[in-house]
């Protein structure tokens, strides 16, 4: 394989590197309660979700570019977001199933539309499919200034979001950031620093996920560059491995949840 | 120290002379890079942004993908729609106005008259190109057209080399026609025979060789056909038995065709569609040569 070094040009992995802290600034927040609650794919279902909407307002003759598709995908993702959300207060323990079902529902729902309007499947493949090399500044000014409402909002509730609350914003963050980067980068950047932290608490959990969700993202464009290899490939791939290497650090891999039950099996066994 | 003075002084002088800066290309797509080549030799350097095993309608987002369409000085680029997943947002990213238009921008679908252009924009139609069916490439009497374009583009961008250019077109287009001469009358048990495709991207071959096609196994690209199409398909390719083939590129699934295939009894053949898609294709040459080649062994 042959070092490319072309492609190490700030002014190409810049706007890339500056979304992907765009997205982590909402993402590591948010999964650290996705994670809690243990419904982790319901990333991939409401972005399904506002995929549909897409196609449904493309069906409805609405216009297929600009702001009627972005109101059409957020309004898709917060309906599926209230069902969600009723869902999880009539049934919480079957919480996770419903969301895969609704997922397939969204995918396939998606296919069946689809096969009267024959140039929909374009649209929804644009909106899943967000390439984080694709990204411009000016694409990135209404996801920061998402960000920066929903990160208030999420500070001003002490950073735990209860209900419909929780579920209406986490639609419109991956609505905005699977857009921006792809279902692969929004899934890893939700889960993946969540995961490798589980064992910590509090300020230094948030601080020490942070740092592993930007570790990876610049080792991933950096990577990306110099190997020549798709860039949203690769950040999932070096995403994981700084949460690997991040468990050698005491600190992140002291309280780390597997322990703690090992304790406990063996405390009510002594 | 005199022993390595020599060698020294000749590196910082050949190191000092300033290079020929030589044009650079982008081809989107390995039938144009090939073509760039034959037309151009080593006076430009030539870069391809995607690989006949791929779908040229999405692509994955690269670095250096960016970084060569930043320093490239002309870009040849099917059009027609063809790249318009990408391509828009690949200039943009790169910041290069030379060729965003202009000189710089080279469409081989605009070179030539293409085919299934609507007549009215109507997307009841379903897949609909409003430029026509941008795969030119494979229809050689276009691709001679889309080749003295080309040339008269390279002579206006780089003139030093012009004579280069217009040899190596004279050469080209003599190859060129005594090939067809040669493809034509190979393919004459062709002629009148009707085929079925995955995907209608080969009517520019067809038009050429004077065969019909009759269906399409996924008429539109990403939605998987109903049943009834299908079970339509099956009684069309049956009918009369004069279907030579289920044709695919080659970087299609085999799957759909070879199922009609056992269905059928009609062979599935996987076609190279552009330069690069089998072992034979290694130039535009190479690539009728294995496409006619390969729709005569399903004749056989």
């Given amino acids: 394989m042959t070092l490319n070094l072309e492609g190490l040009d700030l002014s190409i992995l810049g706007p890339a590197c500056v979304a992907g802290l765009v997205v982590l600034s909402t993402h590591v927040p948010l999964g650290k309660q996705v ?9 991939l279902a409401i972005a399904q979700i506002a995929g549909l909407g897409v196609i449904l307002a493309q069906y409805l ?36 199933p419903l969301i895969g079902t609704l997922f397939a529902l969204a995918a396939t729902g998606g296919l069946l539309l689809l096969a ?17 090399l694709w990204v411009s500044y000016a694409q990135l000014i209404p996801a920061a200034v998402l960000s920066a409402v929903l990160l208030a909002f999420m500070w001003l509730r002490g950073g735990k979001l209860v209900g419909l609350l929780f579920y209406a914003l986490f639609a419109l963050a991956i609505t905005a950031s699977v857009q921006l980067v792809g279902v692969y980068l929004v899934f890893a950047s939700l889960i993946v620093p969540a995961l490798a932290t589980a064992g910590m608490k509090g300020r230094s959990r948030l601080v020490a996920a942070y740092i592993i969700g930007a570790l990876g993202y610049v080792s991933g464009l950096v990577l990306s560059a110099v190997f020549d290899l798709p860039s949203g490939a690769m950040i999932v791939w070096t995403l994981a491995g700084c949460a690997l290497l991040a468990q050698a650090v005491p600190a992140v891999r002291r309280s780390h949840p597997a322990h703690e039950t090992e304790q406990a099996v063996f405390d009510a066994a002594a | 120290m005199k022993l390595f003075a020599i060698p020294v002084l000749l590196l910082a002088a050949l190191a000092s002379t300033p290079a020929q800066a030589k044009l650079k290309v982008f081809a989107c797509e390995p039938e144009w890079g090939s073509l760039v080549t034959e037309l151009a030799g080593d006076k430009v350097d030539v870069d391809v942004g995607t690989s006949a095993l791929q779908d040229v309608h999405q692509i994955e987002a690269k670095p250096s993908l960016i970084a060569k369409v930043r320093s490239a000085d002309l870009m ?27 000189q710089g921008s080279f469409m081989a679908a605009a070179q030539v008259k293409t085919l299934e252009k609507p007549t009215a924009l109507d997307r009841a139609y379903g897949d609909v190109h409003p430029d026509g069916n941008p795969h030119v490439q494979m229809d050689p009497r276009r691709v001679l057209v889309i080749a003295k374009a080309l040339d008269a583009r390279l002579v206006q961008l780089d003139p030093a080399n012009a004579a280069t250019y217009q040899q190596r077109l004279d050469s080209f287009s003599k190859r060129w026609l005594a090939a067809m001469a040669k493809w034509k009358a190979e393919a004459a ?29 996924e008429p539109k690209p990403g939605v998987p056909p109903t049943s009834a199409h299908l079970a339509s398909l099956i009684a069309t390719t049956k009918n009369g038995g004069n279907t030579l083939a289920i044709v695919r590129a080659a970087y299609q699934d085999g799957k759909p065709s070879e199922w009609l295939s056992d269905r059928t009894g009609v062979p599935a053949v996987s076609l ?29």
């Fill in chain 2, 272 to 300: 190279p569609f552009t330069v690069g898609g089998d072992a034979q294709s290694k130039d535009l040459f190479g690539l009728f040569d294995s496409t006619i080649a390969k729709l005569l062994g399903a004749a056989k």
């Fill in chain 2, 76 to 102: 040849v680029c099917t059009g027609a729609e063809l790249e318009v997943g990408w391509l828009p947002q690949l200039i943009r990213q790169s910041g290069n106005s030379k060729v965003a238009s202009g």
């Fill in chain 1, 116 to 132: 009267d309007n024959p140039q929909g499947g374009e649209h929804l493949k644009d909106l899943l499919v967000g390439q984080i």
């Fill in chain 2, 189 to 217: 048990p062709l002629k009148g025979r009707n085929v079925v495709v995955h995907h209608i991207s080969w009517v520019y071959l067809w038009d050429w060789l004077g065969m019909n096609q009759i269906g399409a196994l």
């Fill in chain 1, 35 to 43: 994670l809690s609650r243990g419904i982790i794919f319901i990333d």
């Fill in chain 1, 61 to 96: 003759g609405i216009d297929e570019h600009g702001f009627g598709v972005q109101l059409a995908a957020a309004a898709a993702a917060l309906a599926g977001a209230g069902l969600l959300s009723w869902t999880d207060r009539r049934w919480p323990e079957y919480q996770e």
